[in-house]
């Protein structure tokens, strides 16, 4: 039997490149060159028209305009220009959440210090040397309070429990000149304090008040700073090597194979790009956590916790706290008396009272309520606009920056050819990707700056959490705080361990990557597996033909 060499022999010759037009003549690289020549690269070497591509290592190895260089240089432009699209992405979503920040935090700064103002403008005339003489005792609360919404460490029940004991300290020994009064008598004094009310409501009152709307106030900064910040590192994560080819694949291997009009296919530019980004979708769902978290605070500090009303009338409680003690002196002097005994008589003589009080000025609190409302209700809008930021990026990017095709579009470019896209598109996330068929990638190793990140966004909205029910916490470095706990952490450690070892994007994944077979990981490509079987059947074919002829 000879016929079998004859079919062998047409078997290799169907197998050789075959031209991507009808026509024998080779067609013209100028697309191609004029492409290369704009990014940059120079026209040396660059083909005049179509070569065989033999050569080609990613892209289809049909006929080519490009050369091996050529194609080294388009991967490394694809990749620094998809890094690109991605940081581009990033920072729009850093200007509106710092935006955001910028604008509560005037606001809120604003609030505070026309509080001061006010009182700086009318004690002198209302409490004369009972406001000159404690001047700093006033301006410490103030620095205080400022350092407590900036993130120090300070406990802001303390903090206001100590202004109220420096404050009643200088004023009873100034409302009693006459007598001698030892810092021994004082801390006797301040022992019965809490009992006879020499302020009246007022220190218990707001301290519930401000600290519920300071820890909620800079809760709610703090959550707009972490949110840019981890948008900021995420971005900058650079690709793999494998999501390397992929892009190039995607974006300049039409232009090598003569395609340049042809755009790639959406379902394609899909897969492409949720495989490079799959670790960034695993931040989904702490990230609309976040976003859910501080809408509900900002309901709080434009509802309940009444920011605008409690931070701009801290200097009328105050002056609320002084009269109710001058009013009440002799009772309060009397029962401190009757506590602690009778002070000696001072040698020195007593001022007049009416150096002491020159008489009442009106205190008024210009509110910004309104304003308070439209930061709120803008905010909100943003939250909720970017809560799915990191699972419709992928999307965002294909039709926005790679100009996909439509979805509906069978005549587009599907890696290897102009024709439509069978695969389906993989789900969002890392452990979604282990049958991805145009990126490898190894579910089993995820990304440690994205895991990182992830951790905080879960501590900063477990701080959030804390804050939507007035507890403080500690804003200590959140990389030395695992577990977000503080002060009034209603969290148990036992509980939070709990949560945060079932969080999907924490745990190990329960599915496992497909053991690597022949140097590949798990991809699904025909691009890969085509040579492979044809190989196959060529060594079937010239065993037949050896038993053949013998």
Same mark, same amino acid.
């Given at each position: 039997?000879?016929?079998?060499?004859?079919?062998?022999?047409?078997?290799?010759?169907?197998?050789?490149?075959?031209?991507?037009?009808?026509?024998?003549?080779?067609?013209?690289?100028?697309?191609?060159?004029?492409?290369?020549?704009?990014?940059?690269?120079?026209?040396?070497?660059?083909?005049?028209?179509?070569?065989?591509?033999?050569?080609?290592?990613?892209?289809?190895?049909?006929?080519?305009?490009?050369?091996?260089?050529?194609?080294?240089?388009?991967?490394?432009?694809?990749?620094?220009?998809?890094?690109?699209?991605?940081?581009?992405?990033?920072?729009?979503?850093?200007?509106?959440?710092?935006?955001q920040h910028r604008s509560f935090d005037s606001y809120f700064q604003d609030l505070l210090n026309k509080s001061e103002k006010a009182l700086y403008d009318a004690f002198p005339s209302m409490y004369g040397e009972l406001y000159t003489q404690n001047m700093k005792v006033f301006k410490d609360l103030y620095s205080e309070l400022r350092r407590y919404y900036r993130g120090s460490n300070i406990n802001l029940e303390e903090a206001l429990n100590e202004f109220w004991t420096r404050l009643l300290e200088r004023l009873f020994k100034l409302m009693n000149p006459q007598y001698h009064i030892t810092d021994e008598y004082l801390d006797c004094m301040v022992k019965?304090?809490?009992?006879?009310?020499?302020?009246?409501?007022?220190?218990?009152?707001?301290? =519930? !008040?401000?600290?519920? @709307?300071?820890? &909620?106030?800079?809760?709610?900064?703090?959550?707009? %700073?972490?949110? +840019?910040? $981890? /948008?900021?590192?995420?971005?900058?994560?650079?690709?793999?090597?494998?999501?390397?080819?992929?892009?190039?694949?995607?974006?300049?291997?039409?232009?090598?194979?003569?395609?340049?009009?042809?755009?790639?296919?959406?379902?394609?530019?899909?897969?492409? =790009? !949720?495989?490079?980004? @799959?670790?960034? &979708?695993?931040?989904?769902?702490?990230?609309?956590? %976040?976003?859910? +978290?501080? $809408? /509900?605070?900002?309901?709080?500090?434009?509802?309940?916790?009444?920011?605008?009303?409690?931070?701009?009338?801290?200097?009328?409680?105050?002056?609320?706290?002084?009269?109710?003690?001058?009013?009440?002196?002799?009772?309060?002097?009397?029962?401190?008396?009757?506590?602690?005994?009778?002070?000696?008589?001072?040698?020195?003589?007593?001022?007049?009272?009416?150096?002491?009080?020159?008489?009442? /000025?009106?205190?008024?609190?210009?509110?910004?309520?309104?304003?308070?409302?439209?930061?709120?209700?803008?905010?909100?809008?943003?939250?909720?606009?970017?809560?799915?930021?990191?699972?419709?990026?992928?999307?965002?990017?294909?039709?926005?920056?790679?100009?996909?095709?439509?979805?509906?579009?069978?005549?587009?470019?599907?890696?290897?050819?102009?024709?439509?896209?069978?695969?389906?598109?993989?789900?969002?996330?890392?452990?979604?990707?282990?049958?991805?068929?145009?990126?490898?990638?190894?579910?089993?190793?995820?990304?440690?700056?994205?895991?990182?990140?992830?951790?905080?966004?879960?501590?900063?909205?477990?701080?959030?959490?804390?804050?939507?029910?007035?507890?403080?916490?500690?804003?200590?470095?959140?990389?030395?705080?695992?577990?977000?706990?503080?002060?009034?952490?209603?969290?148990?450690?036992?509980?939070?361990?709990?949560?945060?070892?079932?969080?999907?994007?924490?745990?190990?994944?329960?599915?496992?990557?497909?053991?690597?077979?022949?140097?590949?990981?798990?991809?699904?490509?025909?691009?890969?597996?085509?040579?492979?079987?044809?190989?196959?059947?060529?060594?079937?074919?010239?065993?037949?033909?050896?038993?053949?002829?013998?």
């Open positions: 039997m000879r016929f079998f060499p004859w079919g062998f022999w047409l078997l290799c010759v169907a197998s050789a490149p075959v031209r991507g037009d009808s026509g024998s003549k080779a067609r013209s690289c100028a697309e191609v060159r004029q492409l290369y020549g704009a990014k940059g690269f120079s026209l040396s070497g660059v083909p005049q028209a179509e070569i065989s591509g033999e050569h080609l290592r990613i892209c289809p190895q049909g006929y080519t305009c490009c050369t091996s260089e050529m194609e080294e240089n388009f991967a490394n432009k694809s990749r620094s220009e998809f890094e690109a699209m991605v940081k581009e992405s990033g920072r729009s979503v850093q200007t509106t959440l710092t935006a019965h304090a809490e009992q006879h009310k020499p302020f009246g409501e007022v220190p218990r009152d707001l301290k =519930v !008040k401000a600290t519920r @709307a300071f820890i &909620a106030a800079r809760s709610y900064a703090q959550g707009f %700073l972490v949110g +840019s910040d $981890v /948008v900021k590192k995420v971005s900058q994560v650079s690709l793999s090597h494998e999501c390397t080819r992929a892009i190039m694949k995607l974006m300049y291997c039409p232009h090598c194979r003569g395609m340049s009009s042809v755009k790639p296919c959406n379902n394609y530019c899909l897969n492409v =790009v !949720k495989g490079c980004l @799959a670790n960034q &979708a695993d931040l989904n769902t702490e990230w609309k956590y %976040l976003m859910d +978290s501080l $809408v /509900v605070v900002a309901d709080r500090i434009d509802g309940p916790y009444n920011v605008d009303t409690v931070i701009g009338t801290i200097h009328m409680r105050i002056a609320e706290a002084i009269s109710n003690l001058q009013e009440n002196k002799d009772s309060i002097t009397a029962k401190v008396f009757q506590g602690c005994g009778n002070p000696k008589v001072s040698t020195k003589g007593s001022s007049s009272e009416d150096k002491k009080r020159r008489g009442k /000025v009106a205190l008024e609190a210009k509110s910004s309520a309104q304003a308070l409302e439209m930061l709120v209700l803008d905010a909100k809008g943003n939250l909720t606009a970017l809560r799915t930021y990191w699972i419709t990026l992928p999307g965002s990017l294909c039709s926005k920056k790679v100009m996909a095709s439509s979805a509906a579009d069978d005549k587009c470019w599907n890696g290897m050819t102009k024709g439509s896209y069978l695969p389906e598109v993989m789900g969002d996330g890392l452990a979604n990707q282990i049958n991805n068929p145009e990126v490898e990638v190894d579910i089993t190793k995820p990304d440690m700056t994205i895991r990182q990140q992830i951790m905080q966004l879960k501590i900063m909205t477990n701080r959030l959490g804390n804050a939507n029910i007035g507890n403080d916490v500690d804003f200590q470095d959140a990389s030395d705080d695992m577990s977000g706990s503080g002060s009034g952490d209603s969290c148990p450690d036992d509980v939070c361990g709990k949560r945060l070892s079932k969080s999907p994007s924490t745990r190990q994944p329960e599915t496992h990557a497909i053991p690597k077979q022949s140097g590949h990981g798990v991809s699904g490509a025909s691009s890969r597996s085509l040579p492979s079987a044809f190989l196959l059947l060529l060594s079937v074919a010239f065993i037949a033909a050896q038993h053949l002829w013998r």
